[in-house]
């Protein structure tokens, strides 16, 4: 019977964490989706037989697996393969994870052990934000992204703030359920837990309604070219006649009044020597069409490359000509085409696709790099988050192109660093019609509500849209439909507290993790020697 409760509780935790997706289904149920997983260590800690970490691993396993299939099976429709190892990675990360912190709560038995696991989990989601194979669509913030009247207060925290969140009512909701059975007295966890789902929300919706949106107004229009990536966009032969319909989508909402106009990722594709883009006919072709608005700015995505001249640094991901004689890097640009051209490169890649994890270790297996049409293997990028400033000064956009915007901690960079608004360039045609581009999006009111900025998404097949600082949605486009829209943005310049300091929940909860397995060791350590000692 335990070993069918065990299977019971790892399928159920799985099943509830993804039901609560965003697109999936019904957010709410986050606040009890882990109940599940925590029954299961209880069951592990109190059990009298010897249950192992390792079994305990297995379960909780099968639990971040069917999570992980279920709020993400959408990238199958890129890349069968890689899907199938971003599943099994994911959850083999997040399982381990979750058993260290079951290690971690064995060394300090009790019944506020429990929560051992906040400052261990809220570190992995924020260490996973920042390395090789970093994945972070599924970091439990995120799932509350449809509910902008729940996580105004989202800019003070950070998406991080939501993830502490639901782990907390989870956590109380455990020790309320074993008082429960227990037929003890819960009165004081009713009230805990009435007070830590209330504050949050009463805080939301009173910044909701207060909120005034600062800035002054710029005109920015968007251009959704709706090519098809797997059978139209990458073909030689029609790169000409995509850049017609562009600009022709482009003459029915520019005007004279007009600041920006945004296009989507790779919008010009087969790559550009960076070296020679104002000889690129292309980019002739956009500056001629500028020539008819007096203030308009391009900002659109694009496939760059770069040639190292000899004695110049030459970074891992370089690559080499087939005679030998270049080395060279490819980019995921982003182009800003006005009075000048400035260049952002994709800086946060798509681990399989556009960056193979460790390349100085795995660089001979980059020709096994998934293929979705454009440039493949691992790109170059930068360091510094580059901004563009509009010729006349008023307004500034961060370049985010496609997976940068899933970023919290990343996006701030930009703000920092001057932007008034956030403009996401991005292509999610490769998932088909499906919750996949409808999450992205999602993920972008969090954005606009961490950073108080408005948002102006440019999508290849959609969604396309306005955001505001609230996260507000407007002029929502249709899915694989061409469109053309254009809206005043407020440009804003003040700084939220996430913009100032960035994820500090992430950053506090990996020293606080860090200190409570240093001490956990230390104790170890103490016991092995008063052992030896006897």
């Known amino acids: 019977m335990q070993i069918l409760r065990l299977w019971g509780l790892s399928i159920l935790g799985g099943f509830l964490l993804a039901a609560g997706w965003p697109e999936i289904g019904f957010s709410p149920i986050l606040f009890i989706a882990w109940l599940p997983l925590l ?21 909780s396993y099968l639990s971040f697996l069917i999570w992980n299939i279920g709020a993400t ?29 079951f290690q971690l709560r064995r060394r300090f038995p009790g019944p506020n052990s429990a929560w051992i696991l906040l400052p261990i989990w ?28 729940l996580i105004q207060w989202y800019e003070f925290t950070g998406s991080g703030g939501g993830s ?15 008082k ?38 710029v005109e920015v229009a968007v251009i959704q070219p709706n090519v098809d990536p797997y059978n139209e966009k990458f073909e030689n032969g029609n790169l000409s006649q995509q850049l017609d319909r562009f600009l022709e989508l482009a003459s029915t909402v520019c005007d004279s009044n007009t600041a920006w106009l945004l296009g989507p990722e790779t919008a010009l594709v087969r790559s550009i020597l960076e070296e020679e883009l104002e000889q690129s006919k292309r980019i002739q072709r956009i500056q001629s069409f500028i020539q008819n ?98 010729f006349n000064g008023l307004s500034v956009a961060a370049p985010a192109v ?72 407007a002029q929502a486009t249709k899915y694989w439909v061409p469109a053309a829209i254009k809206q005043n943005i407020l440009s804003n310049s003040e700084m939220t507290v996430f913009s100032q300091t960035g994820d500090l929940i992430g950053k506090s909860s990996t020293l606080l993790a860090f200190l409570i397995w240093a001490f956990s060791a230390f104790i170890r350590i103490k016991s092995k020697l008063k052992r030896a000692k006897a």
């Open 402 to 473: 496609c997976y940068e915007s899933v970023y919290g901690d990343f996006m701030t960079e930009y703000i920092r660093n001057g932007a008034t608004f956030i403009a996401i360039i991005t292509n999610d045609g490769w998932w088909g019609d499906t919750p996949g581009y409808k999450q992205h999006l999602a993920y972008a009111k969090i954005r606009a509500i961490e950073n108080r900025r408005d948002v102006v998404r440019s999508a290849n097949t959609g969604i396309s849209c306005f955001i505001n600082q609230r996260g507000e949605t």
């Open 73 to 101: 099976w959408w990238v199958v429709n890129a890349s069968f393969t890689g899907a199938l190892l971003a599943f099994l990675a994911n959850s083999a990360l997040m399982a381990g994870v979750f058993t260290f912190a």
């Open 293 to 390: 608005y007096p203030q308009l700015q391009f900002l659109i995505g694009a496939e760059t490359h770069h040639i190292y001249k000899p004695g110049e640094k030459v970074p891992t991901t370089a690559r080499t000509s087939p005679d030998g004689t270049l080395r060279y890097d490819m980019f995921n640009t982003a182009l800003s085409i006005g009075k000048s051209i400035e260049v952002y490169h994709k800086s946060k890649l798509v681990p399989g696709v556009e960056q193979m994890p460790f390349p100085w270790i795995f660089r001979f297996v980059e020709d096994f790099a998934i293929d979705l049409g454009g440039t493949t293997g691992t790109l170059g990028k930068q360091e510094i988050r580059t901004v563009f400033k509009h």
């Open 122 to 149: 809220l570190s992995f989601e924020f260490l996973h934000h920042d390395w090789d194979l970093s994945w972070t669509w599924l970091t439990l913030g995120n799932g509350l992204a449809n509910d902008i009247h």
């Open 39 to 59: 029954l299961l260590a209880e069951t592990f800690i109190n059990s009298t037989k010897s249950l192992s970490a390792l079994k305990l691993y297995g379960y």
């Open 164 to 178: 502490l969140w639901i782990l907390a009512v989870n956590i109380i909701i455990l020790q309320l359920y074993r």
């Open 180 to 217: 429960f059975s227990l037929k003890q007295a819960f009165k004081k966890e009713l009230r805990i837990l009435a007070l830590t789902l209330a504050i949050p929300i009463v805080i939301s919706e009173v910044i909701f309604v207060t909120w005034k949106p600062a800035g002054n107004p």
